[in-house]
């Protein structure tokens, strides 16, 4: 069980754009199927906000907030996975949290179901209004 770190948060004006990047050791983002994103807002429930099944032929999930505005990759030979986030929103303003496969929270990539339990500690992005 190896935690992801997180890193590239930080502050943005409305329709700016950031780059988040999640990578942990021993390959696990590389070996796993399931690579997402997560964000929380004060006061609000954790919620997806993308996510991957590497290893099916289905198009990446993104919550209806922000497609079209955000893109998630992976980078096998870095081990890495990033989060573009674009046409930024003050409402995008949240701890982001990169998670892989693991005991824990389920979401459905199209026909395929990822269960998300291996969390990173996050990262802030605020964006202003």
């Known amino acids: 069980q190896v935690q992801p770190v997180e890193s590239g948060g930080g502050s943005a004006q409305v329709g700016g754009s950031l780059r988040l990047s999640c990578t942990a050791a021993s390959g696990y983002i590389y070996s796993s199927n399931c690579i997402g994103w997560f964000r929380q807002a004060p006061g609000n429930a954790r919620e997806a906000v993308a996510a991957?099944?590497?290893?099916?032929?289905?198009?990446?999930y993104y919550s209806d907030s922000v497609k079209g505005r955000f893109a998630i990759s992976q980078d096998n030979a870095e081990n890495t996975v990033y989060l573009e986030m674009n046409n930024l929103k003050p409402e995008d303003t949240a701890m982001y949290y990169c998670?892989?496969?693991?005991?824990?929270?389920?979401?459905?990539?199209?026909?395929?179901?990822?269960?998300?339990?291996?969390w990173g500690q996050g990262t802030q992005v605020t964006v202003s209004s």
């Open positions: 998670a892989a496969a693991g005991p824990g929270e389920r979401l459905w990539i199209g026909p395929y179901p990822c269960d998300f339990g291996t």
């Open positions: 991957v099944y590497t290893s099916g032929g289905s198009t990446p």
